[in-house]
């Protein structure tokens, strides 16, 4: 089955500019995950989609940070303005719902973004 | 919400020598405990995962171990490669709708 597909792979942007990443989950996967990773750091979600909806944006800084999963399959996370402290790889994953539970959470190869 | 503790954050293992990398939680409802392991410039992949209704998994030279008492997890890898050379996390969930935490990472090098 073909990956998580994630676009661009990097992206260099200074300061107060705009910037948007695009996801493509597993087909058939119903939740999608946007997590940031900080060098060094581990994965650390930002937030949750069940189908077209938001299930968790707890973490979201929704003052600069927006996402959308249209039709409940691709997603689009925006930084608006970006500040230096949000260069970090970008992650999207996806994962398979049965009854309740999420399993096997498929990342993506993420998106690096360095703000200068 | 539920945090996840990771050691060590380095490991160096010669060829053919064990690995053990090991992750505390905090929240005692959790019950899913993957594991991922991070090639540069590529995202996480599972690797290893149990439920805690189990104490122990193993798949060919990889086992984890789970003790929901101590509430502490880890990865065991036998006979180590220079392909396994990577940085692994563990992560941890009370399953429905709540997302994976995951640790800090452990940067495993296996020298040749």
């Known amino acids: 089955e073909a990956g998580v597909a994630q676009s661009p792979r990097y992206k260099i942007i200074e300061k107060r500019q705009s910037v948007a990443f695009w996801c493509n989950p597993i087909?058939?996967?119903?939740?999608l995950y946007w997590y940031q990773q900080i060098l060094g750091q581990g994965p650390k979600l930002l937030i949750q989609?069940?189908?077209?909806?938001?299930?968790?944006d707890s973490q979201l800084p929704k003052d600069r940070f927006s996402a959308e999963r249209l039709k409940g399959v691709d997603s689009t996370l925006k930084i608006q303005p970006a500040k230096l402290e949000d260069s970090a790889v970008y992650l999207c994953?996806?994962?398979?719902?049965?009854?309740?539970?999420?399993?096997?959470?498929?990342f993506g190869s993420g998106t690096r973004l360095t703000v200068v | 919400g539920e945090n996840v503790e990771q050691h060590p954050s380095t490991l160096s293992v010669q060829e053919g020598d064990s690995a053990v990398i090991k992750c505390t939680y905090s929240d005692s409802a959790s019950n899913y405990f993957p594991w991922y392991k991070q090639e540069l410039g590529k995202g996480p992949q599972l690797i290893i995962d149990i439920r805690s209704n189990v104490g122990e998994k193993k798949d060919q030279r990889i086992a984890v171990t789970l003790n929901k008492t101590a509430k502490h997890f880890s990865l065991h890898i036998t006979e180590t490669q220079p392909e396994d050379s990577a940085v692994y996390f563990c992560a941890a969930s009370i399953g429905g709708n709540t997302p994976l935490v995951f640790g800090k990472g452990t940067r495993l090098s296996v020298i040749a």
């Open positions: 989609f069940q189908n077209n909806g938001v299930v968790d």
């Open positions: 994953a996806s994962s398979l719902k049965i009854y309740r539970f999420n399993y096997g959470y498929t």
């Open positions: 087909s058939g996967h119903a939740t």
